[in-house]
């Protein structure tokens, strides 16, 4: 069975501070990853995926992950954190053969300290 | 390219009534699924469906149901609604179905049950 555990469902950091979000797998058969952002009263939008292809990943908006299978980990950085960046991330896993079911952690809200 | 359209974005009901939610996916995107998201369960996959037919199910009770039509916009259909039911529903739409796709999700209907 696939899972997501996001630690901290609250974090905050002053601008163009280092933004970090955990995100832990677990997962019986090699993953997909996914990252998403979804700004308030919206829906969720794609920032990164990890497919097998490379295991450090640049999404948009200047924001990476990187897979470390000995840790079972895809957290989530950017170097120097804007405003903008305020919103709820979710990390996100699904299996291989599964179809689209994605299993879907409980969410980070990040706050941007001016 | 047009995005992810769900109609209607919000929705009062009353429990015991039944409710019909639209999802138009992206133009050539054959895959919708369906998620529902509140507060307390976060993040959770209802079903999927492929060239009409449902690929995946989520584990929810039988009043939830889906169904695609051959332009791929999908329906779901929630009867005898209960107050719990209340949430963001959200749909998703993909090229294909496998789990390395990545799913482009709609702004989500808003569904408070009174």
């Known amino acids: 069975a696939q899972s997501v555990t996001q630690l901290g469902s609250h974090v905050s950091v002053s601008e163009g501070a280092l933004v970090l979000l955990r995100c832990n797998y677990s997962s019986s058969v090699p993953p997909y990853l996914f990252w998403y952002v979804q700004y308030p009263n919206q829906g969720l939008q794609l920032l990164l995926k990890?497919?097998?292809?490379?295991?450090l990943v640049k999404g948009i908006n200047g924001f990476e992950a990187e897979f470390k299978k000995s840790e079972t980990s895809f957290h989530l950085t950017k170097p120097s954190a804007h405003m903008s960046d305020a919103a709820e991330y979710f990390c996100a896993v699904s299996d291989q053969v599964g179809g689209n079911q994605f299993y879907f952690g409980t969410g980070t809200s990040l706050t941007v300290i001016p | 390219k047009a995005g992810v359209t769900q109609t209607p974005r919000y929705l009062i009901k009353t429990r015991g009534q039944q409710v019909t939610l639209s999802c138009s996916p992206i133009s050539g995107h054959r895959s919708v699924s369906w998620y529902q998201q509140t507060p307390g369960q976060g993040l959770q996959f209802l079903f999927e469906y492929f060239s009409e037919t449902q690929r995946n199910k989520g584990n929810f009770p039988g009043r939830f149901s889906g169904r695609q039509f051959s332009n791929s916009r999908s329906e779901m259909n929630v009867s005898t609604l209960e107050l719990g039911d209340s949430a963001l529903y959200l749909c998703?739409?993909?090229?294909?179905?496998?789990?390395?796709?990545?799913?482009?999700f709609g702004p989500g209907t808003r569904l408070l049950v009174l």
């Open positions: 998703a739409s993909s090229v294909g179905t496998g789990g390395q796709e990545t799913q482009y």
């Open positions: 990890y497919t097998s292809a490379a295991t």
